[in-house]
């Protein structure tokens, strides 16, 4: 049974089943800066050969708490005004919506940036890796100088079993190994999924398609 969500309806005139209280909106704008030389250079082909401990990636929480249930991925009715195939993300709810068209949309559970780190603004999905290797950026390593420099891809990596760029900014839409951060505001600002979502996701989304960051 579908009801109406208050918490997005405004925005969004979408009607789900649940909703998550909303956090406060940042504004900061992480499509001001071009780094598309850093952005691409985690798909090198070199091995890390340091170590990696739980935490590393986009962020930490000082105190998650495990989800209950998983969230589910589910069909929800949809209608605002994106065409099929857009990518939506709710910050507030922890949610993400990929557009199927005819008043529906494909709902998911996500992590999203922790206070400080939240953004809104509206891109295209620029390229997609399977199992993506992972350079932490520059502001990333200044923050966590104990972070690897360079993570092949692999089930410990921080990135999970897919990501999707965002622009030429430093933002993707990935995978997670810790899929208890899921629903929760964890990240420097990607959009964490677990790994099994994200690769639903993967295989729908096309290069090219309208990602839209809502507050």
Known sequence: MKTSLTALGALLGVAVLAATPALAASSYDPFGTDNADEYYSD?????????????YGQGVQAAPQAQVQPIPREVVAFNAPYAPGTIVVSTAERRLYYVLGNGQALRYGVGVGRPGFSWSGTNTITAKREW???TPPKAMIARRPDLPRYMAGGIENPLGARAMYIGHTEYRIHGSNEPDTIGQAVSSGCIRMTNDDVTDLYERVKVGAKVVVLN
């Open 43 to 55: 798909q090198g082909q070199y091995g890390y050969q340091g170590t990696y401990a739980p935490g």
């Open 132 to 134: 993506p290797s992972w």
